[in-house]
């Protein structure tokens, strides 16, 4: 359905998009993950015809999109802020782009009521936009790009300004509406639970670059280097010496798993890999973070040489600030790690 290659922007002499490759399949949802100036919302804009490419060429069904405007590239594009027209009602909104394609008014009539129902709002269709809540303008901002039957749908941070436990609500209500539409999806979200969530394949971005790109559980797993690792909230990470199936690092000896790269590396250890034990206690628990369901605690050497080491645990099992601890690491939860590029 999509494809990029050797997609490059630059601003000044920065390459904002530095001859990135990427490919969607026809009905995948492919989310684009990556902090601020990483380039995501630029590749999506470039996808769209919203920004010049530089060099390099954007497909959609095999065409070449140089020189094709926005209106007819067949894609459908949803903002984080919705751009709503105010002076619409929602059957407005969302008719707009069927009225600018010349769609008969009994037809339209009809889309509409079938998005409304479709996203959650039968019958809102006379309602003024200014009256709707945060999620109630994130679904028609959704019916609106769906209505002309997009090839594909841009979905720019699009569930960003909503609280948590709406966010959490609409992205699998989202996940289930693609399923049933076959609507091929490229989204981009800095949001990682957001992204895992909504995401057949995962794509990390780093100064324009593609850092990692794999199915969520792949990618959650077995970050490639140590800025995914610790864009995805892992801060484990040490330096190390793999020889064989072990390694020696500032906080003792950590298995790793068999096939792992040798030599000098940097290793990853999830905070739920690490165990305490009764046995040698050569660490202190420096301070505990409620989480939920689960207390992160933050461990520190007690002779004070090496970096904190985080555990993940349940509450029953967290010890108190100051208590004496030793440590085990899981090997199902180290992972060495490739080099940055």
Do not use: Y
Not at 159 to 166: E, F, N, T, V
Not at 228 to 245: E, H, Q, T
Not at 249 to 278: D, I, M, Y
């Amino acid at each position: 359905m999509l494809r990029l290659d050797a997609a490059t922007v630059r601003f000044g002499e920065r390459a904002v998009l530095d001859a990135v490759d990427l490919e969607v399949a026809e009905h995948e949802t492919v989310c684009v993950l990556g902090p601020s100036g990483s380039g995501k919302s630029t590749l999506l804009r470039a996808v769209a015809g919203l920004q010049t490419l530089d060099g390099g060429r954007v497909l959609l069904g095999g065409a070449d999109q140089r020189g094709v405007p926005v209106h007819r590239r067949g894609v459908g594009l949803m903002f984080q802020d919705h751009q709503l027209f105010p002076q619409r009602d929602v059957a407005g909104n969302v008719s707009f782009g069927l009225r600018m394609r010349g769609v008969p008014r009994a037809e339209r009539a009809r889309r509409v009521a079938d998005l409304l129902d479709l996203v959650g709002l039968p019958g809102a269709g006379r309602r003024p936009v200014g009256v709707l809540s945060g999620g109630e303008q994130q679904r028609v901002a959704l019916a609106r790009a769906l209505a002309p039957r997009p090839r594909l749908l841009m979905l720019d941070e699009p569930l960003g300004q909503l609280d948590r436990g709406l966010r959490e609500r609409l992205v699998v209500e989202l996940r289930q509406l693609f399923g049933r539409l076959g609507t091929t999806v490229l989204a981009v979200t800095h949001d990682q639970g957001e992204a895992f969530a909504l995401a057949d394949r995962v794509v990390v971005m780093r100064d324009g670059r593609i850092a990692q790109t794999g199915a969520p559980v792949e990618v959650w797993s077995r970050p490639a280097s140590e800025f995914v690792a610790r864009f995805l909230g892992f801060d484990n990470v040490v330096a190390a010496r793999v020889d064989g199936r072990t390694a020696r690092t500032a906080w003792g000896t950590v298995p790793v798993p068999e096939g792992s790269p040798q030599g000098e590396r940097r290793l990853l250890v999830r905070p739920g890999g690490v165990r305490l034990t009764a046995g040698e206690r050569g660490w202190t628990v420096e301070s505990r973070t409620f989480r939920g369901s689960r207390v992160a605690v933050l461990l520190r050497p007690v002779d004070g040489d090496g970096p904190p080491l985080e555990a993940e645990l349940s509450l029953r099992e967290a010890p108190e600030e100051g208590a004496a601890v030793g440590v085990e690491f899981r090997v199902e939860d180290v992972v060495v790690l490739g080099p940055d590029g």
